[in-house]
C-alpha cells in the first residue's frame, strides 16, 4: 500500500496543479469548483426537473425519483470519462452515466432539457455558494482592521501625498480608508450575490418550446414548471428571458466586482509594505520565518506580497467575461465554454486566498510608535512654522518678519539634513534665535502632534459607528475564528 502511495504521489509531482488549489485555497472554495461538486449538482438538478415535472402532470413514478434520489453521490467518473472520449459530449458523457446505474429512470432523465439546463443552472448555484464563501470572509477582515483602527485612531503618524510627507493623519485614520473601500466592496459583492437568478427551464434557445410540447402546449404549466425548479433549486426568480444560455453580462457583473476587491487588497497591502520598509508597522512575522536565503536580518512582508501577486492575477481575469460577452453570437456560441471553466473559478480561488491572507495579516498587525515619532520629528518642526508664526503675531510681532526669519532657519535645517544626514534641527535653532523669545515657552504644546490631527479620531469612531458596524451586523455569527496560513 505504501508504495502505491508513494507511486501515486510521484505521479502527481509529473505533472502540473495549479496553484490556487495546490498552495493556497480554503477546502471549501477548492471544493465548490470540484467535478464532485459540479456532476452532483447535475444529478440534483435531473431531480430536480423530474420532481417537478410530475408534479405538473408527466407520467413520472415515485420508483424513479427514488432511484435518482439514492444514486446522486454514486458517480462513476471512470465511465464518465470514457463516455465522453466516445461520444465528445460531457453533458450526454453523465446522462449515460447516470442512466446506467438508473435503468428505470433512465428514460426520464433530462427530459425536455438541454445541456445548459444543467450547466449553466449548476454555474449559478457555484456562482451563488462562492459568494457565500467568500461574503464571511471579507466581513471578518473588515472586523479585524476596524478593531485595528479603533485602537490606532488617536496615534499620531506622518502622512503621505505623492508618498512625500504631508499633514500628519493617525494610524487608525489611515486604517479607515482601508476599511471604506472594503465595505463598498462588501455591498458589491452582496449585490452582485442577490442579484443572481435561476436559468431555469428554457430549451435549447430560450423559448420555452421543447417544454411546451412536452405540455401539449400548455403555457401555465410550462410557467408552473420553471416556478417548481426555480423555488427547489433555492432560488427566489430565474430570468425570464435567456439565449440558449443566461446572459454572460452576469459573469461579467461577478468578476468585476471580484477584481474591485482585488484592487482595494492590492492598494491595502501596498500600503503595509511600504510601512514596512519605514518600520512603522509589519505583518505578523514567525519565529521560525526566514525573511531572505541570503540575508537573515531581513523581515520581508511576504503576506502582502502574495496579496498583491495574486490580487493582480484577480483584476486581469475580468477581460474574460468581458470579451466573452462581445462574442456570444446571437443565442449562443460555444467558444465561451472553456474560457469560462477556467476564469470563474480562478476568480473566486484567488478571492478566496488574498481574503484568508489578509485576514491573517489583519489578526497580527504590529505598529512601531517610537519608529512613528521619530519620522513626525524629522518633519514636524517645517509643518508647525505656520502655527509658530500664528504665535509670534500674537504676541506683536510682525508676520512677515517672523515669516522670513522662518525661512532663514528652515533652509539651513533642511540643509542639515539633506546635505549632512543630520536629524531636523530647526526647533533648537528657533530656540537660539533670540527674536522668538517671546514664544520658547509655547514651543512644546505648538509642536505636539495631536494638534495636528484634526479630526481624525472623531471620524474614525464615527465612520465605524455608522457604516461599519451596521454593514457587518448580517455576519455577526461568521466573525470569530483565526487564520493560520500553511505557507
Same mark, same amino acid.
Given at each position: =500500500? ?6 501515486? +504521489?510521484?505521479?502527481? @509531482? ?63 467518473? @471512470? ?19 447516470? *442512466? ?12 425536455? *432539457? ?7 443552472? &449548476? ?12 461574503? $464571511? ?18 496615534? /499620531? ?26 465595505? =463598498? ?38 410557467? #408552473?414548471?420553471?416556478?417548481?425548479? &426555480? ?57 521560525? %520565518?526566514?525573511?531572505?536565503?541570503? =540575508? $537573515?536580518?531581513?523581515?520581508? /512582508?511576504?503576506?502582502? #506580497? ?26 449562443? &456560441? ?31 498587525? +504590529? ?15 517645517? =509643518? ?16 512677515? #518678519? ?10 539651513? *535645517? ?13 526647533? #533648537? ?26 479630526? *481624525?479620531?472623531? %471620524?474614525? &469612531? ?7 458596524? $451596521? ?17
Amino acid at each position: =500500500m505504501a508504495a502505491k502511495s508513494d507511486l501515486e +504521489v510521484d505521479q502527481r @509531482k509529473s505533472r502540473y496543479e495549479s496553484p490556487l488549489v495546490a498552495r493556497y485555497a480554503s477546502p471549501e472554495m477548492a471544493y465548490n469548483f470540484s467535478d464532485k461538486k459540479k456532476f452532483t449538482t447535475w444529478r440534483k438538478l435531473w431531480l430536480i426537473l423530474a420532481k417537478a415535472q410530475k408534479k405538473v402532470g408527466l407520467n413520472i413514478t415515485e420508483e424513479q425519483l427514488t432511484e435518482m434520489e439514492t444514486n446522486l453521490e454514486t458517480i462513476d467518473f @471512470k465511465m464518465a470519462a470514457e463516455e465522453e472520449r466516445k461520444r465528445r459530449h460531457d453533458v450526454m458523457a453523465h446522462v449515460y452515466t447516470f *442512466a446506467h446505474c438508473c435503468p428505470k429512470a433512465a428514460p426520464i432523465i433530462h427530459l425536455g *432539457a438541454t445541456s445548459c439546463f444543467v450547466g449553466d443552472n &449548476t454555474d449559478l448555484i457555484v456562482l451563488r455558494d462562492a459568494f457565500d464563501i467568500v461574503l $464571511p470572509k471579507l466581513a471578518r477582515c473588515i472586523h479585524r482592521l476596524s478593531n485595528f483602527a479603533a485602537e490606532n485612531k488617536s496615534l /499620531p503618524t506622518l502622512g503621505f501625498t505623492h508618498f512625500q510627507p504631508a499633514q500628519l493623519t493617525t494610524v487608525g485614520k489611515r486604517a479607515s480608508l482601508w476599511l471604506s473601500d472594503l465595505c =463598498m466592496d462588501l455591498r458589491n459583492l452582496t449585490r452582485a450575490r442577490d442579484d443572481l437568478r435561476f436559468r431555469g427551464v428554457k430549451g435549447t434557445t430560450g423559448t420555452q418550446a421543447s417544454f411546451l410540447t412536452l405540455f401539449d402546449g400548455d403555457a401555465e404549466k410550462v410557467d #408552473e414548471l420553471d416556478r417548481l425548479v &426555480t423555488n427547489l433549486a433555492d432560488f427566489k426568480e430565474s430570468y425570464i428571458v435567456t439565449g440558449q444560455t443566461y446572459s454572460r453580462k452576469i459573469d461579467v457583473d461577478v468578476l468585476s466586482c471580484l477584481a474591485s476587491l482585488g484592487a482595494s487588497i492590492h492598494k491595502i497591502c501596498t500600503d503595509i509594505r511600504l510601512l514596512a520598509n519605514l518600520k512603522e508597522l509589519e505583518e505578523p512575522f514567525e519565529k521560525d %520565518q526566514i525573511g531572505s536565503s541570503a =540575508m $537573515p536580518y531581513k523581515r520581508n /512582508p511576504m503576506r502582502s #506580497e502574495r496579496c498583491c501577486s495574486l490580487a493582480r492575477h484577480l483584476m486581469t481575469l475580468c477581460m474574460n467575461p468581458l470579451q466573452t460577452l462581445s462574442v456570444q453570437w446571437m443565442e449562443r &456560441t460555444l467558444d465561451d465554454s472553456a474560457n469560462r471553466r477556467i476564469c470563474l473559478a480562478e476568480a473566486f480561488l484567488t478571492a478566496d486566498i488574498i481574503l484568508s491572507t489578509l485576514q491573517n495579516i489583519s489578526e497580527g498587525l +504590529v505598529v512601531y510608535p517610537k519608529v512613528i515619532e521619530r519620522h513626525i520629528q524629522q518633519e514636524l518642526p517645517f =509643518m508647525a512654522s505656520e502655527n509658530i508664526i500664528m504665535a509670534m503675531v500674537k504676541a506683536g510681532g510682525s508676520r512677515q #518678519e517672523c515669516h522670513e526669519h522662518i525661512r532663514t532657519l528652515s533652509q539651513e *535645517a533642511a540643509n542639515v539634513v539633506k546635505q549632512e544626514g543630520g536629524d531636523n534641527d530647526l526647533v #533648537e535653532r528657533i530656540k537660539r534665535t533670540e527674536y522668538f523669545t517671546p514664544v520658547w515657552d509655547q514651543l512644546d504644546q505648538l509642536l505636539d502632534p495631536k494638534t495636528f490631527i484634526g479630526r *481624525a479620531p472623531e %471620524q474614525v &469612531t464615527q465612520f465605524i459607528t455608522k457604516e461599519v458596524t $451596521p454593514a457587518l451586523e448580517p455576519y455577526k455569527e461568521h466573525l470569530a475564528g483565526t487564520v493560520e496560513l500553511t505557507l
